[in-house]
Each structure stands twice: as C-alpha cells, then as structure tokens.
C-alpha cells in the first residue's frame, strides 16, 4: 500500500517540492521539483499532487512568503473534485 507525502520548502519566487513514497521498503525514492509562485502555477501543483496521490503535504517558509501561496493554493479550489 502506497502512502505518499510531499514537502514543499517555500521560497519568495519558487517552491522546491519533494514527492515520497514512504511505505517502500529500504530506501525511498524521492522526486523533486522546482515551481514557481504565479497563481497557474500553485494550481498545476496542487492538481499534480492529486494525480501523484500524495496524500499528505507540509510546507517550511522563512518569512510569510507561505501566505500567498496558501492563499493562492486555496482560491484553486479542491483538485481532487
């Protein structure tokens, strides 16, 4: 059974996303992938998170350059339909 998680460390123009399947045995397999901060961005990136089952997301920030990016994640509305 897969469980995947996402880490996204927020920067002020991008967005460094890591993608996990942490029920693998031994090593993990990580796929990374960097995004930018537009409003179609943050949307492609929550709509690929759903196609890529992640089921689980965290977000690090220094600053509030999280803010927009929540709020912009959030005005897209639920991908996952």
Known sequence: M????AGIDVHKRMLAVVIADVSVEGEYQFERRK????PREICRLAECLVAEQVEEVV??????????VWARWSA??????
């Open 2 to 5: 897969t469980y995947r998680i």
């Open 35 to 38: 995004v930018g901060t537009s």
């Open 59 to 68: 977000m690090e920030s220094t600053a509030q350059y999280w803010r927009p």
């Open 76 to 81: 897209c509305g639920d991908p996952s339909g």
